[in-house]
């Protein structure tokens, strides 16, 4: 869980830890103990099947979906911003988000439209519904995600 999950969690009474800001901190630093059952809370899309991994290593766990995200529509302001020649960076945090974006995308002209993305994943997912110009954070982090930002050039 992140952080904010992870205090929310606690607030409302739950043994929550924060193992990790992605997939491969929360596997690593995962209490593997075959005994202890474990309840994973999730969105109906997710990139990496946690269940599906723990279960291969003989942990109990069961799993509720608690939210689907529904992608709102593009505004007119919005879609006049991305058709105008000014630079646009859309940064994406996953595959779903990835996809989401492209189906909203389809009928608007772009011009000047750049993707930072928090995985090659989520690259490939783009470039897939023949977008370009896509950067990838070196690492798939928030963190990493920031700095990246912070190197975008303004003009």
């Known amino acids: 869980m992140g952080l904010k999950t992870t205090e929310t ?3 409302l009474g739950l043994n929550a830890k924060c ?4 997939v491969q901190e929360l596997i690593k630093k995962f209490p593997k103990i075959s005994n202890q059952d474990y309840h994973y809370l999730r969105g109906k899309y997710v990139t ?8 291969k290593e003989d ?4 799993e509720t979906i608690i939210y689907e995200q529904e992608p709102k529509k593009i505004n007119k302001i919005t879609k006049s911003l991305l058709e105008s020649k000014e630079k646009c960076l859309i ?3 996953s595959a ?3 996809s989401a974006i492209a189906r909203q995308l389809q009928d608007i002209r772009f011009s000047n439209l750049e993707f930072l993305c928090l995985s090659k994943n989520i690259k490939d997912v783009l470039q897939k519904q023949g977008f370009q110009n896509i950067r990838v954070t070196p690492k798939p982090t928030a963190e990493s995600m920031v700095k ?3 190197k975008v050039p303004i003009k």
Do not use: Q
């Not at 990496?48 to 279960?55: A, D, H, I, V």
């Open 9 to 11: 969690a606690k607030k």
């Open 19 to 22: 193992l990790g800001f992605n």
């Open 48 to 55: 990496f099947n946690l269940k599906k991994y723990l279960s």
């Open 59 to 62: 942990i109990n766990i069961k």
């Open 91 to 93: 940064t994406v945090f």
């Open 96 to 98: 779903d988000t990835a």
């Open 148 to 150: 990246s930002l912070m």
